[in-house]
């Protein structure tokens, strides 16, 4: 199983970016995908889930009304749109998947797969 990462980059305060995460290895339509970061000398954080039908979305407070999480099923890709970005946005972002959002929200030790990780960095 493959998690690809990309899209992370270097943007201004109040800039956009979209991140994608392309999946390979698994059947892509049984899995609830999430993105998670990790800022330096901070724990890793469950920013936002998508159900495997995409009928359900949950996210951090943190972001909510800023970013969008979803999934095009045919594409085997999950994206994430980062809107009004702010340089406490700043980490590395992880994708994973797992059958449950709840595991990539409350045990993250749990979660089946994991991406690579790419690197968002918000200047003010």
């Known amino acids: 199983v493959q998690l690809q990462a990309s899209g992370g980059g270097l943007v201004q305060a109040g800039g956009s970016l979209k991140l994608s995460c392309a999946a390979s290895g698994l059947t892509f339509s049984d899995y609830a995908f999430g993105w998670l970061r990790q800022a330096p000398g901070k724990e890793r954080e469950f920013v936002a889930g998508i159900t495997y039908r995409g009928a359900v979305t949950y996210y951090t407070d943190s972001v909510k009304g800023r970013f969008t999480i979803s999934r095009d099923n045919a594409k085997n890709t999950v994206y994430l749109q980062m809107n009004s970005l702010k340089p406490e946005d700043t980490a590395v972002y992880y994708c994973?998947?797992?059958?449950?959002?709840?595991?990539?929200?409350?045990?993250?030790?749990?979660?089946?797969?994991w991406g690579q990780g790419t690197q968002v960095t918000v200047s003010s």
């Open positions: 994973a998947a797992d059958p449950l959002v709840v595991t990539m929200r409350n045990s993250q030790n749990a979660v089946d797969y």
